[in-house]
């Protein structure tokens, strides 16, 4: 009896040790539904961002609008799979990665990335290779050429969003070993669509009639309900950026409604200020602000910080949308004002507030500051310079304007042989 019972640890032992070890290779079922539901948060925030868009365009153009949404949900979508995860996240290195994992070739239903299947990261990464050139369009509304629009993105990712997203997410990317913090896509999502919309407009001209024929917003309910799905989807955007489903997930859920309310609080009281009245367009702007604001620094500071950053995001942005009446540039629906700036200030706020597992000018650390600025002005450099040199070859090639009678007549009609409504 005495000796069966000394063989009873070791046999338990036996029998535990392959399901500890089970254990440790499979995914966590806890982490894995978050990043499931995560993935398709973000994923509702393309239709959202489809609504918000084109509500602000003129009716004549509202289909062509979104359009420009759904297509980037297609091409890239594709794109992603084929080749871009395999550059943002397939092996080691300080500008871009391999093509080890082309088609994700390599990855199976049992390959982890952390704690969640490797499939369920890729898809979720997807999300936002998707909405980063979808954000672009809104610079180009009501003017730009379908078929040129839809090359320019495929080779935009490839050539600009997948090499960003390496340097400061993959595997030895070099802004990721020089420590720049960036929690879900304030400098790879923002800054570089809202740099490289700029850029687009720019090379486009203005819209005919612009500044002095009124153009105002067809459908400003449609608008505000694209900002309601873009704030609720963007709590997959930052929240799920942790990876898991954990305290840091909690803090950036709090942060991102935090500074997203904080930034409508700071652009209505802006408004009614300076303009006399608060408008609901502002209210939705300052919703979006303020949730670009915090993307970079959603899982490094605290809902107190996270205020401070809203409303300090929502009278910036505020301020660079208005620099489109000064200087003169056609930015449609404020990509640069927003996404571009807010991106941009949200990253080097990053610097001065981060006090949760990252160091800041708060605590002491000033290089983390000089750390984000390089950052900024390396993303936005590279933008820059990748989306002009495509701009100048398509021009050459394909051409970037549509007819001045089709621009007048509207592209709906004249570019996919629709009607938004049929009243």
Known sequence: MHKLLATLPALFGLTLLPTLCLAAETADTGDTAWMLISTALVLIMLPGLALFYAGMV??????STTMHTFAAMAIIGVQWV???????FGGAGPFIGSLENLFLNGIGPDSLSGTI??????????????ITPALISGAIAERMKFSTYCVFILLWSVLVYDPLAH????????????GALDFAGGTVVHLSSGISALVLCLFLGKRKGFPHERMAPHNLPMTLLGAGLLWFGWFGFNAGSALSAGGGAALAFTTTQTAAA???????????LLAGKPSALGVASGIVAGLVTITPAAGFVTPGWA???????????YGGVMLKHKLGYDDSLDVLGI?????????????????VGATSVLTG???????????????AAYAVGITTVLLLILKATMGLRVEHEDEIIGLDQTAHSETGYNL
């Open 167 to 178: 340097w400061v997410w993959g595997e030895g990317g070099w802004l990721l070993e020089m």
């Open 365 to 379: 650390d000033f290089h983390q500051l000089w750390v984000q600025f390089v950052g900024i002005a390396a993303a």
């Open 82 to 88: 084929v080749v871009g995860y395999t550059l943002a």
């Open 117 to 130: 299947p490797t499939y369920v990261f890729v898809m979720f990464q997807g999300m936002f290779a998707i």
């Open 307 to 317: 205020i401070v950053m809203g409303l300090l995001g929502g009278a910036v942005c």
């Open 339 to 355: 996404h571009g700036i807010g991106g941009a200030f949200g990253a080097l706020a990053t610097g001065v507030f981060a006090t």
């Open 58 to 63: 003129r009716s004549k153009n509202v289909l």
């Open 262 to 272: 904080a930034a409508a609080l700071s652009w209505m009281l802006l408004e009614w």
